[in-house]
C-alpha cells in the first residue's frame, strides 16, 4: 500500500514533534488524505501483519450496537481491554488485579463484565441509537431511497455524550457517496495513530463500505480516508522505518458471503481473505493514558 508508506515518509519528513495526551510524544501533521481503490485489492497492509479477525469482530461489534468489550474478549480481541481496565482501576471493586486478572473476570464473569467491560456510548451506540436515531439503518435505507443525497452522514461525535465515553470516537463522521452505481465512502478521523491504529482503520471502514455496498445494490468504489492530527508515536519509530525498507506486495482479496442482504445479518464466518502474503508482524507497544 503506497498510499500508506507515502503517508509515513510524509510525516517523518514534514512533521514536528508533539506532545501528547499519554506523554509518549509524537511526530505529527494536521491534514493528511489517502484514497484506496477497491478495484486494486483489499487494503491490508503487506508491508507487516495485520490481524484482520480483530477488524472484522470490532467492526460486527459496532454495528451490532455493542459497547461492552466482553463480546470482543469472548473473541480474543484484546484491543480495547486497556482502556475499561484503567477506569476499573478507579473503582472501589479493584483490589490490585493486573490487566490479565480482569480480561479473565470480565470472560468469565458475566455480572463483572456488565459492571466493569463498558467503554460508555462509543462508535456502537452513535451508530445506532444517536439521541434515539439509527443513523446506520437510516443511512441505508437513504442510500437505497435517494441515492444522490449528499447528505449520507453518520456521526460517532456526540458531544452531549463524550464526557461518558472512555475514549472519545477517533474514526468520528463519515459520508456515503453514490454515482454510476457505484459507492464511496469518506472518513474524517480527528486524531490517527499512523502505525498501530491507522492499519485497522482503513481496512475496517473498507470493509464497511463493501457490506453497505452489498446491501445497497452498488459496487464499493473508493475509500477516502482524511486525517486531522496524522502521528506515528516516538517509540514506534524504529518500526514505522522497518517497514519503509520493506518492499510493497500485492494486496489482497476479501469475498464476502453474497446471499447477506441486512447489514445486521453479517457473521464473522461471512468474510475470506485470501492471496494475503505480508512481512511478518512488527509489535508496537500502544499508548494509553
Ligand atoms: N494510542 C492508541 N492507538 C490506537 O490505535 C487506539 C487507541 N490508542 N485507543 C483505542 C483504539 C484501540 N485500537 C488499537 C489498539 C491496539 C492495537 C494493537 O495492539 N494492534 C496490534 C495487535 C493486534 C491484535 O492483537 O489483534 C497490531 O500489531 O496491529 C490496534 C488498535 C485503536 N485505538
Ligand atoms: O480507531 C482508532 C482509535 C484511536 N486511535 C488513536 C489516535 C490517538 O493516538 C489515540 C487517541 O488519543 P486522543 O488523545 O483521544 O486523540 O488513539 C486510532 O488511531 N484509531
Redesign the pocket.
Known amino acids: 500500500m503506497k498510499q500508506y508508506l507515502e503517508m509515513c515518509e510524509y510525516i517523518l519528513k514534514n512533521g514536528d514533534t508533539k506532545d501528547d495526551r ?1 506523554n509518549t510524544g509524537t511526530i505529527s501533521v494536521f491534514g493528511y488524505q489517502t484514497k484506496y481503490d477497491l478495484d486494486e485489492g483489499f487494503p491490508l497492509l503487506t508491508t ?1 501483519k ?2 484482520l ?2 477488524i472484522i469482530h470490532e467492526l460486527l461489534w459496532f454495528i451490532s450496537g455493542d459497547t461492552n468489550i466482553k463480546y470482543l474478549v469472548d473473541n480474543k ?4 481491554n486497556e ?1 475499561p481496565y484503567e477506569i476499573f482501576k478507579k473503582s472501589n471493586d479493584y483490589q490490585n488485579e493486573s490487566l490479565v486478572e480482569f480480561i479473565d473476570k470480565i470472560k468469565n464473569d458475566e455480572e463483572f463484565a456488565k459492571k466493569h467491560g463498558e467503554l460508555g456510548p462509543v462508535y456502537g451506540k452513535q451508530w445506532r441509537n444517536f439521541l434515539g436515531v439509527d443513523q446506520l439503518l437510516n443511512v441505508i435505507d437513504d442510500i437505497k431511497k435517494n441515492p444522490n443525497s449528499r447528505r449520507h452522514i453518520i456521526s460517532a461525535w456526540n458531544p452531549s455524550e463524550i464526557k461518558n465515553m472512555a ?1 472519545p470516537p ?1 474514526h468520528a463522521f463519515m459520508q456515503f457517496y453514490v454515482n454510476n452505481g457505484e459507492l464511496s465512502l469518506q472518513l474524517y478521523q480527528r486524531s490517527g ?1 499512523v502505525f ?2 491507522i ?2 482503520n482503513i481496512a475496517s471502514y473498507s470493509l464497511l463500505l463493501m457490506m453497505v455496498a452489498q446491501v445497497t445494490n452498488l459496487k464499493p468504489k473508493t475509500f477516502v480516508h482524511t486525517i486531522g492530527d496524522a502521528h506515528i ?1 516516538l517509540n514506534h519509530l524504529d518500526q514505522v522505518n522497518l517497514q519503509l525498507t520493506r518492499e510493497i506486495r500485492k494486496l489482497p482479496k476479501m469475498i464476502i458471503n453474497p446471499e447477506i442482504k441486512n447489514i445486521l445479518d453479517f457473521k464473522y464466518e461471512d468474510f475470506s481473505l485470501t492471496d494475503y502474503n505480508p512481512h511478518p ?4 507497544v ?3 493514558w
Open positions: 499519554t507487516k495485520v490481524h479477525k480483530s480481541v484484546n484491543i480495547w482502556w475514549l477517533c495513530d498501530l491504529g492499519p485497522f508515536y508482524l512488527i509489535k508496537g500502544v499508548a494509553v
